[in-house]
T-cell receptor, first 114, second 114 residues
């Protein structure tokens, strides 16, 4: 079985400060890892993914995430938060072997305070 | 189409009625997924289509739920004899089918059972 944990229901950060949204995962084999963002009354939008290679993955809107195999983590980061980054963020995982559905976390609400 | 289209965007139905939710994926995307998003529950996997076949129906919560896909394109999720606990946002996503790809989500159908 595979699972994702997002330990924080909400993260508050001041505009201009760095932000981190935490994610840990569990899979039997090696993972594919994803981050998605959901703005109010909108569907989920793909931000970035880790497949293989560099542990630091860069994505849309200045976001990046670091894959840490030993800690089974894939935290989302941004050096300087914008008010427009306020949204719901989902981490997701799937096993690289065969077909496995993507499993999503429960989401973390990011609030950037002006 | 340019994106994943879902209809209706909102549906209010009386308990016990049947509802049909429609998803029109991106042209050429062979894989199609249905998820359900409930408040505080993250995204719950329902069913996966590859072409017109559904190799993974493991997430359908009961036999009141069914889905089909025709012509490798449009999919319909049907909920029979709706219950209040079926109230949620139903999200459809499609992908090229490669295992490492990210999904493109539609904006969802908000179902309210009264």
């Amino acid at each position: 079985a595979q699972s994702v944990a997002q330990p924080e229901d909400q993260v508050n950060v001041a505009e201009g400060n760095p932000l981190t949204v935490k994610c840990t995962y569990s899979v039997s084999g090696n993972p594919y890892l994803f981050w998605y963002v959901q703005y109010p009354n909108r569907g989920l939008q793909f931000l970035l993914k880790y497949i293989t290679g560099d542990n630091l993955v860069k994505g849309s809107y200045g976001f990046e995430a670091e894959f840490n195999k030993s800690q089974t983590s894939f935290h989302l980061k941004k050096p300087s938060a914008l008010v427009s980054d306020s949204a719901l963020y989902f981490c997701a995982v799937r096993d690289v072997r065969g077909y496995q559905k993507v499993t999503f976390g429960t989401g973390t609400k990011l609030q950037v305070i002006p | 189409g340019a994106g994943v289209s879902q209809s209706p965007s909102n549906k209010v139905t009386e308990k016990g009625k049947d509802v049909e939710l429609r998803c029109d994926p991106i042209s050429g995307h062979t894989a199609l997924y249905w998820y359900r998003q409930s408040l505080g529950q993250g995204l719950e996997f329902l069913i996966y289509f590859q072409g017109n076949s559904a190799p993974d129906k493991s997430g359908l919560p009961s036999d009141r739920f069914s889905a089909e896909r025709t012509g490798g394109s449009v999919s319909t999720l049907t909920i029979q004899r709706t219950q209040q606990e079926d109230s949620a946002v139903y999200l459809c996503a499609s992908s090229l089918g490669d295992r490492a790809g990210g999904y493109t989500f539609g904006s969802g159908t908000r179902l309210t059972v009264v």
